[in-house]
């Protein structure tokens, strides 16, 4: 697609169910980030994917929060026994890695998470 | 310390006032330093990006202002207009970008007509 394309746009669960969350990137860019927005807030770094290299988990909040990508395009994100305080705006990015002037970051809209 | 700070939380500039918005790092390891514009209900875009190299960039009416011995660096709107009401990231790196970005709070711009 042209764009980084994020699914559901919306999402409402109910307390303690699992979710997953979906996000495919720009064709060609090995880079794979996904960050969670709350209300009002900046930007929290969750996870990072680079090429075939091991994920940057270091910003997963706990271990009820799991991310894969297969094949090195989609990624899904998962929230295990969600809570109230994983309400939230769940993006996704993606870049070609290669560093420099030109590593801009494409954002999706985001997946809009309420834990009910 | 992988904190970036962001002043102000909110800016309110009447159309054609110069709009500026501050940012500190302490991490002297970052290397690339981007801003980010987010209209509601959208994703955060690209807005103009700067390395430590270099003390300022312009991009139009955008002018990144990079203060490396204060480890500050700024976002200035020159000529500000209503279109460029939105929420105003700044974001540190290291690996010239290659890393995850640390963002700043945001800054919710305001321009009145």
């Known amino acids: 697609g042209a764009g980084v394309s994020q699914s559901p746009s919306n999402k409402v669960t109910e307390k303690g169910k699992d979710v997953e969350l979906r996000c495919d990137p720009i064709?060609?860019?090995?880079?794979l980030y996904w960050y969670r927005q709350s209300l009002g807030q900046g930007l929290e770094f969750l996870i990072y994917?680079?090429?075939?290299?091991?994920?940057?988990k270091s910003g997963l909040p706990s271990d009820r929060f799991s991310a894969e990508r297969t094949g090195g395009s989609v990624s899904t994100l998962t929230i295990q026994r969600t809570q109230q305080e994983d309400s939230a705006v769940y993006l996704c990015?993606?870049?070609f890695g290669t560093g420099g002037m030109n590593t801009e970051a494409f954002f999706g809209q985001g997946t809009r998470l309420t834990v009910v | 310390q992988q904190q970036v700070k962001q002043s102000p939380q909110s800016l309110i500039v009447q159309k054609g006032g110069i709009s500026i918005i501050n940012c500190a790092y302490e991490?002297?390891?970052?290397?690339?330093f981007p801003w980010y514009q987010q209209f509601p209900g959208k994703g955060p875009a690209l807005l103009i990006a700067i390395r430590p190299d270099v003390s300022e960039k312009k991009e139009g009416r955008f002018t990144i202002s990079f203060n490396k011995s204060a480890k500050q660096f700024s976002l200035h709107i020159m000529d500000s207009q209503p279109g460029d009401s939105a929420t105003y990231f700044c974001a540190a790196s290291t690996g010239t970008g290659r890393r995850a970005l640390t963002f700043g709070s945001g800054t919710r711009l305001q321009v009145q007509p």
């Open positions: 994917f680079q090429g075939n290299s091991a994920p940057d």
């Open positions: 991490n002297t390891a970052f290397d690339y």
């Open positions: 990015a993606s870049s």
């Open positions: 064709s060609g860019h090995t880079a």
